[in-house]
């Protein structure tokens, strides 16, 4: 059985959302004109998390990408709480004063993100005060510090997310009176989660990466091309110098046993990640919590398991590497994507789409037969190939469903092909994740009129 | 591609024969005509000028010129054949839906055929057949009507089944086909050579040819040609004959006097090949396979395959004006849907290597037929274009018509279908015309089903009851740009979709209509009539009486509130017009005609009319609102609402009285219907419409009174036997011939047009008569239903053709008019047609290959509808149009 094309079309729209940055005046004075973003699910719930914001005590927009493993509550969590720490990070040490003087008096609070977030994507509401009083305790510490010192973008960065990593497994230690809490915060700290976050503020684009999604810049040569620049190092095997630094971490004797089957310890894909404490504490730790925690964690196999040749953690790290780039006119764009789309398709591949797609079909060259020898037959290829890609464009308004369109169903000519997309949108939820993984995608359109 | 057109331009034998006509070799680079030097003059005048050297402009200065006009220039912009000519694919093909057009492309292959001998020019005549396919069992009813119609005139034509479409082309895919018609006289040639071909003979017979000539405008005085402006100065003439192709209606819109000619161009793309490797023989026949929208021909060896998209696109609609037509740019995503079916009917054609494709704009019109004819507002200004594609296969024919038109004042062929002023200058909006010919195009090869509507451009004029009616379910079809309700849809009735509607078997609105007609007959309906043509004349003296008693055949020398029922007729004695009048006053006329006369009488009368300031006339229809209350309770309706005696003898039939309706004073009423029915038309100033409809519609409740529409109208009227202007009557048409020598003044005395051809049919006796058929064996629910245009067999032989049919919802049968002409069997000669000819004969009519038994009538059934009414009241009232 086949899925119709509405069918199709529904299924992968669920998910999509696009923010277009407001105008005043008709023009719009900021580097980004708007984003799209969407989600395909493979895992059943998905592990994957988005998140978007515009900083409203600083100037800038932050965008991020969050992929799960070991279930999703770490993702979700930090997909709720990053922004918040690095705002926070970023803020003048005034504001900082002010927000908490408003906190203390109980008055209203200034806002400090205005979130752009699609109906499904959900705030735990149980947990809001356990996180704003560790976020507190952050803020607090940092009036109590004051550097005096014009906050750095990329410094905030590093320290959000190695704060926000550290009070994960704190409050995991800690623990709640509430049950419930109790149980969240455990399965926070016990799950992890990749980040990869783009705070774009004027010309100025920093990229925050943990784990293995990515960040790549669509660029436009002069002659309309398009091609992709990386703004992000993966976090895996397949990067020599993240291996490199795994075995400067640890003992030589140990050296063997870092790395098997491409996985840390033989177990983990990415070599950075929130939570993950199965990775970070040690063993006698780990025995305490878990013993001392709800009986849902000690019935659980994996929570009890301990690494294998677990000698000296920590393991793993939440700590980013940040990449600044100035924007250049010919930039256009800025795809973040979990791995579930790096592994279908090329970065050039979504270079070119992406670009087609935002440019609109008709700058497609129109073709000319001139000279060349071509036959009916392979004009007629041609010609279905290209009304293929301009239908496909014409049922999207959303880059990334444009964009998951073509990972889930090309073909080996690069196009979209109904069937193969039918038949990878009809798995059943059991087997889904054996052919594709979860894909989440925000696709940042900048704008360059401003740059 | 560039090779045939170079060799035409190399071609210069037959070039020194003429020393008139000069090419200009050192320009023909240049874009610019002005700053060439001319060897030759323009003459200081002309009696006749042209403007355009394609195929329409060369055709028509042929055949004036061998009609014996001699003092003729032709002006061409650029090149001769250097427009749409050159480019167009050059196939001659009959298989055409209107008899007229049919009955051009016929003479247009025979004229072809003999020009390569007449002028020595190669013409690349080849006489290769064309076989049509039809992917469905619809396309082939259609595709057999047409060979029904061919074969009645002589043009051989056959329908064969895919496996015979096989033997006669080895490339095509028979796999989809239901069938096929083949039509083995059509012919394909070089367009461009036809028309240099014309341009020679033409040329040596006196005709002066010019290029790089362009007319910037046509000078007019007092309503005539007196000359053009061109950019190497004026040329006074008195006809003009605009064959500007797609630049016709910027060139009609130049001048001081604009000349309207709703035409506008879309791309046209047609792809051509290298040979096959086996190069396809020269006498293979032309492909048409309307379902997939393409046409494919022979191509030197390789083929030549264009088609008409779904999706046209239309150009030049902000004007353009440029020299010649340069090879626009092509459109492969735009071509793809046409290579696809190309590829489907020839999956072999996939290896064969493209040279290229061409992009070659096309004029169309609104109602896809060709504009030719005179100016309504400007004499000698006359007018070729608009072809839709079919430019070879009509220009010669076309070519004739018009050059008769001009010598002799009318064509010898009934060509009103594309008469110039079937249009107003409301079609003459580049707005509606890029609408409609985005949808005219596609239809090209869409199915032509009976009963079908434009859906572009629609709701331009309309009555002020529009609304009220909309909402009561009127569906709604258009004429002369005014809509017109077919028929109302009743609350909770759902119709087809318009696509799945179209049928030439029994349509959905069967019973609908039915009742509609019942109601007429039984109680007492209102149609809005408002579109019909409405003039008012009158006079200080009796001029306007003087005037019209010669410009009409009937006389109008009648009481004052009496109408009378008339053909305007020309000299020939042909209906030019069928109206009713009224006299007013001593002084006043009020006079009723089709909706699309409006252009065509207004001309005909300012024409002929005396320049007289003290006799006027003025166009009414959109001052007026008609309403027809049909019925035998019209009486009871209307009487209840104006308090005054519409009894038979107060009121008799053929009356005009002006009276009030409800609050409304001043409502002119009509004892007439045009059904044949009793009843009344109202005619209403139009702000009072909605009240008096409101009136009409509150009191006519307790006598069941409903809303009809024009489908019901033409059910009463066909199967009382009335004939109508346009369709059944023609200039070509008497009233001798329908049996109307009652409207005729012959016996009074007094001169009018048409008189003397009148007196001598009165004594000859006439060569056809109008009939009315009864379908005998026709089942009406599985049987094709019949439209017009079928051929009409009288004992086996044909003896003429249908003009308009409706089921008789009376008679519970179908019934077709028509006219019935009588051939000499062994010299095929027309011989006078008696009543016993008429009677003695078994009749059969065909619809689409298939004869139904039919029974002939020259006179109406009378006792049949209604006891109340006597014989000759029917035959008083005998008058009807749509």
């Known amino acids: 059985f086949y899925l119709t094309p509405p069918q199709v079309n529904s299924i992968l729209k669920a998910n999509e959302y696009s923010f277009k940055v407001p105008e005043f005046d008709g023009k719009n004075v900021s580097s980004v004109l708007g984003f799209d973003s969407n989600q395909l699910p493979a895992n059943a719930p998905i592990e994957d998390r988005r998140s978007a914001a515009t900083c409203l005590q600083t100037r800038g927009m932050l965008l991020g990408v969050f992929d799960g493993h070991a279930g999703c509550a770490c993702a979700q969590a930090v997909s709720e709480r990053l922004f918040y720490y690095i705002a926070v990070s970023l803020l003048p040490h005034e504001t900082l004063l002010e927000i908490e003087n408003a906190v203390e008096s109980g008055r209203a609070l200034l806002p400090i993100l205005q979130w752009h977030k699609h109906p499904n994507d959900y705030f735990s509401k149980e947990a809001s005060k356990l996180y704003f009083n560790s976020l507190r305790t952050y803020w607090q510490e940092l009036i109590d510090l004051n550097s005096g010192e014009t906050t750095d973008v990329k410094e905030a960065l590093i320290n959000a997310f190695k704060r926000l990593d550290s009070d994960i497994s704190l409050e995991a230690q800690v623990g709640d009176p509430n049950s419930f809490l109790n149980y969240l915060v455990l399965r926070v700290a016990f799950s992890g989660a990749t980040a990869c976050v783009a705070h774009v503020d004027g010309v100025d684009l920093h990229v925050a990466n943990t784990g293995d999604s990515r960040a790549m810049l669509g660029v436009q040569e002069e002659d309309g091309s398009w091609s992709a620049v990386n703004l992000s190092h993966d976090h895996n095997a397949q990067n020599e110098h993240e291996v490199e630094r795994v075995k400067m971490e640890h003992p030589k004797s140990e050296e063997k046993s870092l790395v098997k089957q491409d996985r840390l310890l033989g177990l983990l894909m990415p070599f950075r990640a929130f939570g993950d404490v199965k990775f970070k504490w040690s063993i006698e730790l780990q025995k305490r919590v878990v013993e001392s925690g709800p009986d849902q964690l000690n019935d659980n196999e994996y929570t009890k398991f301990i690494p294998p040749n677990y000698h000296t953690p920590p393991y793993l790290t939440a700590e980013p590497e940040v990449i600044h780039h100035k924007l250049r006119p010919q930039d256009k764009f800025l795809v973040l994507a979990t791995d579930g789309l790096w592994e279908t398709m090329h970065r050039q591949d979504v270079a070119r789409i992406v670009g087609e797609y935002l440019t609109g079909v008709h700058h497609q060259q129109p073709i000319a037969v001139g000279g060349y020898k071509v036959t009916l037959g392979q004009m007629h290829g041609l010609l279905t190939e290209r009304r293929a890609r301009i239908s496909s464009v014409f049922e999207d308004q959303n880059a990334a469903t444009h964009l998951i369109r073509h990972a889930v169903g090309n073909n080996e000519f690069g196009t979209v092909d109904h069937e193969r997309l039918s038949k990878m949108l009809s798995l059943p939820e059991e087997l889904a994740r054996m052919y594709r993984d979860d894909i989440t995608i925000i696709v940042v359109q900048f704008n360059s009129h401003v740059i | 591609a560039v090779g045939m057109f170079l060799r035409l331009l190399s071609d210069v034998r037959w070039r020194a024969a003429n020393p008139k006509w000069r090419r200009m070799t050192c320009c023909r680079r240049s874009t610019s005509s002005t700053a060439e030097p001319h060897p030759i003059s323009l003459p200081a005048q002309a009696q006749v000028v042209i403007c355009g050297g394609g195929i329409m402009g060369t055709s028509v200065a042929y055949h004036l010129s061998k009609l014996g006009w001699k003092d003729i220039v032709l002006l061409e912009q650029g090149r001769l054949a250097a427009g749409t000519t050159r480019f167009c694919a050059g196939i001659v093909s009959a298989a055409r839906h209107v008899s007229i057009e049919l009955k051009m492309a016929d003479y247009s292959n025979k004229l072809y055929q003999q020009l390569e001998q007449e002028t020595g020019i190669q013409t690349g005549y080849m006489k290769t057949g064309s076989i049509s396919l039809a992917q469905t069992q619809d396309r082939l009813i259609s595709l057999r009507r047409i060979a029904s119609s061919l074969n009645v005139m002589g043009i051989p034509c056959e329908i064969i089944t895919p496996k015979q479409v096989a033997q006669l082309h080895p490339l095509i895919n028979i796999h989809d086909l239901v069938g096929a018609m083949y039509v083995p006289e059509d012919a394909l040639v070089s367009s461009a050579n036809v028309s240099l071909a014309l341009a020679t003979a033409a040329s040596r017979n006196g005709v002066q040819i010019h290029e790089r000539t362009s007319v910037s405008h046509v000078l007019v005085q007092k309503g005539r040609v007196t000359g053009v402006e061109t950019d190497r100065g ?453 702000e009072y419409a909605l009240h008096v409809y409101n009136e009409v519609m509150n009191m006519g409740q307790k006598y069941g009174i409903r809303n009809a529409g024009y489908y019901a109208l033409r059910s009463l009227r066909i199967e009382k036997f009335f004939a109508f202007w346009g369709q059944d009557l023609d200039a070509f048409t008497t009233p001798m011939e329908c049996g109307r020598e009652f409207q005729v003044k012959l016996e009074k005395g007094m001169q009018f047009v048409g008189q003397e051809a009148l007196l001598e049919q009165k004594q000859n006796g006439v060569y056809k008569r109008f009939t009315m058929f009864i379908l005998e064996d026709h089942d009406t629910d599985m049987d094709l239903w019949p439209w017009w245009g079928e051929p009409i067999f009288r004992n086996g032989r044909y003896v003429g053709k249908t003009t308009s049919s409706a089921y008789s919802y009376t008679l519970e049968r179908h019934v077709c008019l028509g006219f019935v002409q009588h051939f000499d069997e062994k010299t095929g000669e027309e011989l006078v047609v008696t009543t016993d000819f008429i009677n003695q004969g078994e009749y059969e009519i065909e619809i689409a290959g298939q004869r139904f038994q039919a029974k002939a009538k020259l006179y109406p059934f009378s006792s049949l509808f209604t006891h109340r009414r006597r014989k000759d009241e029917v035959e008083l009232s005998g008058y009807q149009r749509e």
């Open chain 2, 234 to 686: 004026q040329i006074r003439c008195q006809y003009f004959v605009n064959c500007a192709g797609q630049w016709a209606y910027e060139l009609g819109h130049s001048g001081d006097e604009p000349v309207s000619i709703p035409l506008h161009a879309c791309e046209h793309f047609y792809l051509l090949t290298h040979p096959l490797k086996e190069p396809l023989a020269s006498s293979i026949p032309t492909i048409v396979d309307p379902d997939g929208r393409i046409y494919i021909r022979n191509w030197q060896g390789g083929i030549l395959s264009g088609g008409f998209e779904k999706n046209p696109k239309p150009l030049f609609t902000e004007g353009r004006n440029q020299l010649e037509i340069q090879n626009l740019q092509e459109d492969w995503d735009h071509f793809e849907p046409l290579l696809s079916a190309l590829l489907r009917r020839m999956p072999d054609l996939e290896a064969l290597q493209i040279m290229q494709l061409v992009n070659c704009p096309e004029s169309f019109t609104p109602d896809m037929r060709c504009i030719m004819g005179e100016s309504p507002t400007v004499r000698g200004y006359f007018v070729l274009a608009g072809m839709n594609s079919a430019g070879i296969s009509y220009g010669g024919g076309a070519g004739k018509y018009l050059a008769e038109w001009m010598v002799n004042g009318y064509p010898s062929e009934n060509v009103w279908p594309l008469d110039l002023k079937r249009f107003g200058t409301l079609q003459s909006s580049r707005t509606f015309l890029r609408h409609r010919v985005m949808e005219v195009m596609p239809l090209m090869c869409d199915l032509k089903v009976p009963r079908w509507d434009f859906q572009t451009g629609r709701q331009l004029r309309t009555s002020p009851l529009y609304d009220r009616l909309d909402a009561q379910g009127a569906r709604w079809m258009e004429k002369h740009g005014f809509e017109r309700v077919k028929y109302f849809v009743p609350p909770g009735k759902d119709l087809l979709d318009l696509d799945q509607s179209k049928t030439f078997y029994k349509p959905d609105w069967f019973d609908i209509v039915g009742s509609e007609v019942k109601c007429c007959k039984e109680a007492v309906c209102v149609i809005d009539m408002s579109s019909f043509t409405k003039f008012e004349i009158s006079s200080t003296g009796d001029q306007a009486l003087e005037s019209l008693q010669y410009l009409f055949s009937n006389d109008l020398d009648v009481p004052v509130g009496h109408v009378v029922h008339t053909g305007m007729l020309n000299e020939k004695g042909g209906y030019e017009n069928d109206c009713s009048i009224a006299r007013l006053s001593k002084r006043s006329f009020f006079m009723i005609s089709p909706t699309d006369q409006q252009v065509h009488c207004w001309a005909w009368l300012k024409n002929r009319l005396p320049n007289d300031s003290n006799l006027t006339m003025e166009d009414v229809t959109w001052k007026y609102t008609a309403l027809n209350l049909i019925g035998p309770r019209a009486v009871d309706v209307l009487s209840e609402l104006s308090y005054a005696p519409i009894t038979p003898e107060h009121f008799p039939s053929l009356f005009c009285k002006e009276m009030s309706v409800g609050y409304a004073n001043g409502i002119r009423v009509m004892s007439i219907t045009h059904t044949g029915e009793p009843g009344f038309m109202l005619y209403i100033p139009i």
